[in-house]
DNA sequence: TTGAAAGCGCTAACAG
DNA sequence: CTGTTAGCGCTTTCAA
């Protein structure tokens, strides 16, 4: 371990002012400056953040709590935050909650115990509230991610309410008269409670339309595929939009083994894989994520902040997953 | 900020045996312990890591350098590594060091001021040996991940010489008679000197062989398709094996536009994408990799540990991509 | 069984 | 322009 002492001692000079040489704070002359940056140098000298901290009072550390690691989407928006906090020299802690709220609370203490100035979560219930209380006696701002559970707490979701209403018209356009919903069964969490709640944009929607419709409640986790095989047996739709990429994968599993290529598709969370399926899909904004996190980070104020995100249908192949058929040419995309 | 203090006064005890009672360390009486956990449980204390690392000359936690954000493979891991670290109380910063050696030495810069014990890395060069010794002087212990550049550093390597030979293997054993690989361009690696090498491998599996064959070197990031689609074209492979997620993909939409059903064609890291396309692919095992993880990090030696793991080859329809055609029911696995 | 004091590495205030 | 001193929150002697 190389300490400021080494260097002041190296340099001849107190450790405090090859702290302000190094930091290029005061008037230092250009002597001892080289001195103290020879000898830094040479020593390969790079100040210990801990001690930095300690004294500060403050780590340029955020928390980010992910709640699903099998969710490819969190992952996504991971480097883009990444990047933008290291131009802004801050780094980020990573933990995962595993949808659970044992292990919320585990990521909390660990991320509150690190001092990190703000973290970020999705809520996996509505019973955290009091560890979500110790992290602000400690002075760590809290902000809930993608679901508005705490009614206290700054928030940023995505518009999935409109996304999902959206597609749902957009499905009606088509001509669809049987809709299914595969949304999400939250496994502490009642889904009435949850907003944005994809349900209701899919009532908005069908509101006023003669359309049947069924919604399924589909586990992020541990799920079984056969209920879903179930589900679209029973109720044998000509349309079906899903919350997720893995509800979606899964779909789309069953639709091209039963060759159900006249049912019409769309699912949330666009990736790279759905645009070479041709899979219609909901993308949310990493951008516009990112800046608002970045705000949540720098701005402090009185009253919860709500900020929604609004996201685009990008429409593909009309919806119809026939790229397991033949590939055909036609996209076209709907901006929000 | 609740410290120690104010849960020793609010207990009436000395900070130094409040700290005794909450780490149940030494003799303290039944009364006290209570007092003090009473006013800790009341406070919301939770003990400053910041501090406790300053005064232990220690932190538990790990920094790791992802060199390609757009590389899924690299967070497919990131679960289970983290996953582990949690059990053994240990927590982890991630960096970024897209593919550029100027980066990399930020990151390593930030990971060593954040005195992390280890730091794991993808080596985006060879010139970045300077500050790896510094980070070593300091204390840390370097690790390289995924290619074998720096000779006196501990290295977890996946097996991607063999992978690459039993793919190649493979596609001659079906009939192929002109391979093209599309390996790894290296933006400041000299690629004949990064071991693994698929190239090796491919030649090896070649050898004896009167198959013709072609390497395509690909970039990671800012790749140009038509490069990989001039190649295609000019050399008209019927077997084709790329060395990464991003590449396959690159490789499935030219095939697949092209309609080129009856090329064969093997990737490199398998996903659950590909498992529905049924495309066949190499697979990392991530158990054994996070094994080996946790073996650096708890285990210290005098000499560098050369780690290989072993890949397996999962075999989808004949490695036709016939996904694109018609679904097929045949799934088999060759376990390497 | 408990408390007082020192110190981890760094920096801010103050004195020179 | 530079050095001395104190202290961030915690733990660890050493005494009591």
């Given at each position: 371990m190389i300490t400021i002492k080494d260097v002041a001692s190296r340099a001849k000079v107190s450790p405090s002012t090859a702290s302000r040489a190094l930091r290029r704070i005061g008037y230092i002359s250009k002597e001892t400056h080289d001195n103290v940056f020879r000898a830094a140098a040479e020593l390969g000298y790079i100040a210990n953040a801990t001690a930095q901290q300690l004294k500060s009072?403050?780590?340029?550390t955020i928390g980010f709590i992910i709640?699903?690691?099998?969710?490819e989407y969190y992952f996504s928006i991971l480097s883009d935050i990444q990047k933008m906090l290291n131009e802004n020299g801050m780094s980020m802690i990573i933990a995962f909650s595993s949808e659970n709220p044992v292990d919320e609370e585990t990521c909390f203490r660990s991320l509150i115990a690190s001092r990190v100035s703000t973290i970020f979560f999705t809520p996996t219930s509505s019973r955290n509230g009091a560890i979500v209380e110790v992290a602000k006696k400690n002075g760590i701002k809290v902000v809930q991610l993608f679901?508005?559970?705490?009614?206290d707490l700054d928030t940023i979701i995505n518009d999935d309410e409109s996304g999902c209403r959206q597609a749902t018209e957009k499905l009606l356009a088509l001509g669809c008269r049987r809709l299914l919903l595969v949304d999400v069964d939250y496994l502490h969490l009642d889904a009435a409670s949850v907003?944005?709640?994809?349900s209701t944009g899919f009532l908005q929607a069908l509101n006023g339309s003669s359309a049947r419709y069924r919604i399924l409640r589909f586990p992020l986790i541990d799920y079984d595929p056969a209920v879903l095989a179930a589900a679209i047996e029973e109720f044998s739709p000509d349309g079906i939009i899903t919350a997720t990429n893995v509800a979606g994968l899964e779909t789309l599993s069953y639709l091209t083994e039963k060759n159900c290529t006249h049912i019409r598709f769309i699912t949330f969370d666009d990736n790279r894989w759905l645009e070479f399926l041709r899979v219609s899909a909901i993308r949310q904004s990493t951008r516009v994520l990112t800046e608002k996190i970045k705000d949540e980070i720098c701005i402090q104020s009185d009253v919860p902040r709500k900020i929604v995100i609004p996201q685009d249908l990008v429409l593909r192949g009309?919806?119809?997953?026939?790229r397991a058929v033949t590939p055909s040419e036609d996209t076209d995309r709907a901006d929000v």
């Open positions: 009072n403050s780590t340029r709640s699903d690691s099998n969710n679901r508005d559970i705490y009614e907003r944005p709640d994809r009309n919806c119809l997953i026939d």
